[in-house]
C-alpha cells in the first residue's frame, strides 16, 4: 500500500503520496471528497490521484522533440500509446518529504540530466492548510550554468462532476490538432463558455485556455459545497474526460502545450520561462472552500 503523509486542520485533511510523484492522494473538507480520491485498491500512480505536478514543463512536447538555443533535443515519450513527452517527469519520480506537521507538508526531488530532460534540476514543492484552505506552492531550480527552459502546473481532478457546476472567465482558447497539440487561438466559442455556472460535459473539452483571470470555481448545488481555485497564471487546461471517469480536470499552467516548439522560451505569457544559472520559476494554486453561495 502506498505511504500517505495526512494532515488535518480545521474543515480540511488532505494526504500527500511521495512516491507517487509527490501527488496530492486526496482533499476533503467536512468529510466530503473535493478532488478524486487514490483508490488504495486500485492502480498506484500519480495522475490516479486527486492531483499532481507539472515539472519541469506542462502537458505536451510534440514527439517528444524541440531546438532550445539552437540545438535540437529528444526527451523520452513517457507514457505509452502516446506520441507525445507528457506532463513532465516530476509526476514519475518519487519525493523527499522534507518536513510535516499540523499545517504543512513540505517536498523535495532532485533529478540528474537524463534522457528524459536534458538539464539537471531541484524542486521544491509546500502543501499549506488553512481552516478552510489548501495551498500548494511548486518551485523550480535550475542547476546548470547556462540559461534552460521551465514550466510548470497543477493537473487537480474535482470529483463528482456530473452533479457539478464550474465557473471560469477565458479570453481565448487554443484548438487542436488530431494529435491533441494546439493549432489555432481563437476566441472562447459558445460550447465552452464558461462564464456562467454549467455542468461540464463528458468528453467535450481538452484545450488550453488563455487571457484566463486566475480564478475558477466548482459547486456542488446538492452538496451544498463550493470550491474556489485562485493561481498566478493566465493559463488553464480544461479536461473533461469522456470515459466515465466522473471528474473535470481545471489545470493551473505557466505554458501553453507543446509552447517549447511554438514560442521562443520567456517571449510571452504563453511560451515556457527561461530561467537563468540558478535562478527559479515557482507557481501556486490556492483551493479555498465555503458552503455554497458563502464564503470564510
Not at 509552447?259 to 494554486?285: C, E, H, K, V, Y
Amino acid at each position: 500500500m502506498t505511504r500517505l503523509i495526512e494532515c488535518k486542520y480545521g474543515d480540511m485533511h488532505i494526504a500527500v503520496a511521495p512516491a507517487l510523484g509527490g501527488a496530492l492522494a486526496w482533499l476533503r473538507w467536512r468529510g466530503q471528497e473535493i478532488l478524486r480520491p487514490l483508490d488504495p485498491h486500485g492502480v498506484q500512480r500519480a495522475n490516479m490521484c486527486g492531483s499532481y505536478p507539472l515539472i519541469p514543463w506542462s502537458n505536451r512536447i510534440a514527439d517528444g522533440r524541440f531546438v532550445f538555443d539552437d540545438q535540437p533535443f529528444q526527451v523520452t515519450r513517457n507514457v505509452p500509446d502516446n506520441p507525445h513527452a507528457l506532463h513532465g517527469i516530476g509526476w514519475q519520480q518519487a519525493w523527499e518529504v522534507v518536513s510535516a506537521s499540523e499545517t504543512q507538508i513540505d517536498l523535495a526531488l532532485t533529478c540528474p540530466a537524463s534522457a528524459c530532460w536534458p538539464w539537471p534540476w531541484r524542486a521544491s514543492q509546500r502543501f499549506a492548510l488553512t481552516e478552510n484552505g489548501l495551498t500548494v506552492t511548486l518551485t523550480y531550480h535550475n542547476l546548470v550554468d547556462h540559461a534552460v527552459p521551465a514550466g510548470l502546473g497543477f493537473h487537480p481532478f474535482f470529483a463528482d462532476a456530473a452533479r457539478s457546476e464550474v465557473m471560469f472567465r477565458a479570453a481565448h482558447v487554443w484548438l487542436n490538432d488530431d494529435t491533441s497539440l494546439p493549432a489555432e487561438d481563437v476566441a472562447v466559442p459558445p460550447v465552452w463558455d464558461y462564464t456562467h455556472f454549467k455542468t461540464p460535459l463528458p468528453g467535450s473539452v481538452d484545450n488550453c485556455f488563455t487571457g484566463w483571470s486566475g480564478e475558477a470555481t466548482v459547486r456542488w448545488p446538492q452538496r451544498d459545497i463550493r470550491a474556489t481555485l485562485h493561481s498566478n497564471t493566465p493559463n488553464l487546461v480544461f479536461f473533461i474526460p469522456g470515459d466515465g471517469r466522473n471528474v473535470a480536470a481545471i489545470e493551473p499552467v505557466s505554458h501553453i502545450n507543446d509552447a517549447i516548439n511554438r514560442f521562443p522560451a520567456g517571449s510571452s505569457d504563453q511560451a515556457m520561462d527561461r530561467i537563468t544559472p540558478g535562478g527559479t520559476l515557482t507557481l501556486s494554486m490556492t483551493i479555498r472552500m465555503s458552503e455554497d453561495g458563502r464564503t470564510f
